[in-house]
Nanobody, 115 residues
Framework: QVQLVESGGGLVQAGGSLRLSCAASRSILSANFMAWYRQAPGKQRELVAA???????NYANSVKGRFTISGDNAKNTVDLQMNTLKPEDTAVYYC?????????WGQGTQVTVSS
């Protein structure tokens, strides 16, 4: 069983920055997909940023130019750098990593942006 443990969430003022990190208990070298999703109260979970290993990175239109996803193969972490945060970025953020025939989620970390 693979574990994904997220960290880095918290309370920040609008315009500030946070860096989320997702530590995997399995090497991400062989992962074929890594992503961050978020879910705000009363809303569906949505894709924020995705790294298709060996391919492209994709971002939700609402975060393009502000968020950056990256993977650290040495540390087996998937990070999400979030800049110029807005109140509408407030949500629980979830890490998702997929290997062949397996798909794992983290427990979520709360991000709250005050206006």
């Amino acid at each position: 069983q693979v574990q994904l443990v997220e960290s880095g969430g918290g309370l920040v003022q609008a315009g500030g920055s946070l860096r989320l990190s997702c530590a995997a208990s399995r090497s991400i070298l062989s992962a074929n997909f890594m992503a961050w999703y978020r879910q705000a109260p009363g809303k569906q979970r949505e894709l924020v940023a995705a790294d298709i290993r060996g391919g492209s990175t994709n971002y939700a239109n609402s975060v393009k130019g502000r968020f950056t996803i990256s993977g650290d193969n040495a540390k087996n972490t998937v990070d999400l750098q979030m800049n110029t945060l807005k109140p509408e970025d407030t949500a629980v953020y979830y890490c998702n990593v997929r290997w062949v025939q397996s798909n794992y989620w983290g427990q979520g970390t709360q991000v709250t942006v005050s206006s």
